[in-house]
Every structure is written in C-alpha cells, then in structure tokens.
C-alpha cells in the first residue's frame, strides 16, 4: 500500500518550458489536491477534485491546469512555467464522509523554474 | 471558505519547557479542526484532530468557542518536536476547499 506517490520528485525547467507532475493514489479515494508550499506563505491549494471527471479551482490556480481522467491519478500542468512557479508541490487526497477532512500526502515535488 | 490564522510564522523554545502553537478560527457553525505536522524531509502527516480529543505525541489542542481559538500544546517539549505546524478547518461545505494555516516553524534548542 502506496499511498500518495508523487512523480517527479524533482525537476529544473526553463522559463517557458512545459511539464506534467503525476500523483497517484491507491486508497480508493475520492477526493485528491494539489498545493504549493512557499517559505513564509504555508500551503496554499491550486486546483482540488472531488472525483473522477471533475476538477475545480483552489486559492491559487492561475497558470496551472489539472485533469482527473482516473480516480486514482490527479495530473497537475504547467503549460508555460515562470519563476513564480518554482515551489514546491504536494499531492494529497482523502475520503469521503467522515474521512473527508484527513488528508494524506505525498511527499513533495521540488519545482524550480530558472 | 473557512479560514485558520496561526499568528506565529517562527517559535523557538527550549527543551522541556512548554510550548503553545496558536491558532484562530473565524467562521460560524459548529468547527472542526485540525493539526497537521511537516518533519524535516518529510511529508505532511495529520497530528490529531480535535473530535477525537485524544493526545499525540504528547501534544493536546482544546478547542476554545469563545476564544475562537484550537492552540496546540505540550507539556515540556523535545527536541524532536521541530518541525512545521499547520492548523486546518475542516473542508469548506459543498466547495470541498481545505485551507491551511500559514504555519509555524517550531524550532527546540537543545
């Protein structure tokens, strides 16, 4: 049992450049995020879904994209990196009812854009 | 959204003394709230949630309604307590958003 597995766990980008970062979850569950963590700034959410199918928006979306085509994985793009996207990325997902607010994570990608 | 505000970006405390990460809640209803915990290199895990009422780790945290406030606290604290604090409320109605905290760092010095 896996959990939240992230892919890659690292990467350099020029400004410009496309990339995708995968995470995939083997908990069945239903909900899955994507957050950025910046010193200073803590987590703030990029885009969520709340199943398969169906994304939506979080606090910072802008210039990311994400598709939920699997229940299992949840892709988050990045079509044209900028420096302001250098960060570093978590995957989380959780389960319905009660479960719904215990978030399991996976552990980070480092995103640097030059 | 539901929002959490942990007013301290850093604390540093010494081992076996007290320690008290704040954290302040500002929405209605009835809250239920979280602490998540980011060791050095390592990924972020829930700490304890305050239904459960339970201690971990030695950590408590109390939820205060007239204070607004879910504080986590610990008797005399160890030095491997260092790590990254997140307070969370609960995922915001039919939205489904989970706001953390900004965080804070706890440092223990030896």
């Known amino acids: 049992n896996a959990g939240v597995t992230q892919t890659p766990k690292f990467r350099v980008l020029k400004t410009g450049q496309s990339m995708t970062l995968l995470c995939a979850q083997d908990m069945n569950h239903e909900y899955m995020y994507w957050y950025r963590q910046d010193p200073g700034m803590g987590l703030r959410l990029i885009h969520y879904?709340?199943?398969?199918?169906?994304?939506a928006k979080g606090e910072v979306p802008d210039g990311y994209n994400v598709s939920r085509l699997k229940k299992q994985n949840f892709l988050l793009g990045l079509e044209s990196a900028a420096p302001s996207q250098t960060s570093v990325y978590f995957c989380a997902s959780s389960d319905r009812g009660s479960g719904a607010n215990v978030l399991t994570f996976g552990a980070g990608s480092r995103l640097t854009v030059l | 959204a539901q929002r959490v505000t942990q007013p301290e970006k850093l604390l540093s405390v010494f081992k076996g003394a007290p320690v008290e990460l704040k954290c302040n809640y500002s929405?209605?209803?009835?809250?239920?709230l979280f602490w998540y915990v980011q060791y050095s290199r390592q990924r972020l895990q829930l700490l304890l949630r305050h239904i459960s009422r339970e201690s971990i780790k030695g950590f408590t945290a109390d939820l205060n309604k007239g204070e607004t406030s879910f504080h986590l606290k610990k008797p005399f604290a160890q030095e491997e307590d260092s790590a990254m604090y997140y307070c969370a409320p609960p995922l915001s109605g039919s939205a489904r958003q989970l706001t953390f905290g900004s965080g804070t760092q706890l440092t223990v010095l030896p």
């Open positions: 879904s709340v199943g398969e199918g169906t994304t």
């Open positions: 929405y209605s209803g009835s809250p239920e």
